[in-house]
């Protein structure tokens, strides 16, 4: 799982099909804003189509999914952008997951990037003990996320990061097997 477009190093083994390589993926919008000294996220898809055609697999991490202004729509066009470079039948997994910190990282990020717009958005003491953001926010986001996905004509597995059940029932319409039962799956795409 990473940020960079540096995969060289990759391209001259055979994984023969059995290594997976995922990316974290951003709107423009939140890597300028927030991930510094990371590659762009059309570098990482550009990586990531690379890998994919060196005969490795590739999933990809919409996490954290942060609710900012125009949010939904640019989540989309990096899908749209994804999608355009990678086939989705040959995407292994998805995951999503909203922004979440505890108070002391919350405390400390916010401490270290006064300036930064995506650490300031509606968030809430949620029962876990981390300050997540606004739960219609989140579903929101998520569900047009997913519905972005399905659209795309392909089963693409995907799952959300540290959810309640009651949110994964919301987003996909049921609530998430049980972790063996991901496991399983997701080694099988």
Known sequence: ????????????????GRVLV??????????????HLTASPSARIA???SVLDAGYRVAFHFDPLIAYPDAERDYLLLID????VVPPKQISFISMGGLRMTPRLR?????????????????????????????PLRLSLYRALAERFKKAGAEIPAYLCMEPASVHEHVFGAVPARPATIGERLARA
């Not at 995922?22 to 991930?35: G, H, I, K, M, N």
């Not at 952008?81 to 355009?84: F, K």
């Open 1 to 16: 799982k990473t940020k960079t477009d540096e995969i060289e190093n990759l391209l001259d083994l055979d994984p023969r």
């Open 22 to 35: 995922s990316w974290t993926l951003s709107p423009d919008a939140v890597y300028r804003s927030s991930e």
């Open 47 to 49: 990586a990531a189509r």
């Open 81 to 84: 952008e994804l999608l355009d």
């Open 107 to 135: 405390g400390a990020a916010r401490s270290r990037f006064p300036n930064d717009p995506m650490l300031c958005g509606e968030d809430v003491l949620a029962s876990d003990g981390r300050f997540r953001t606004f739960t």
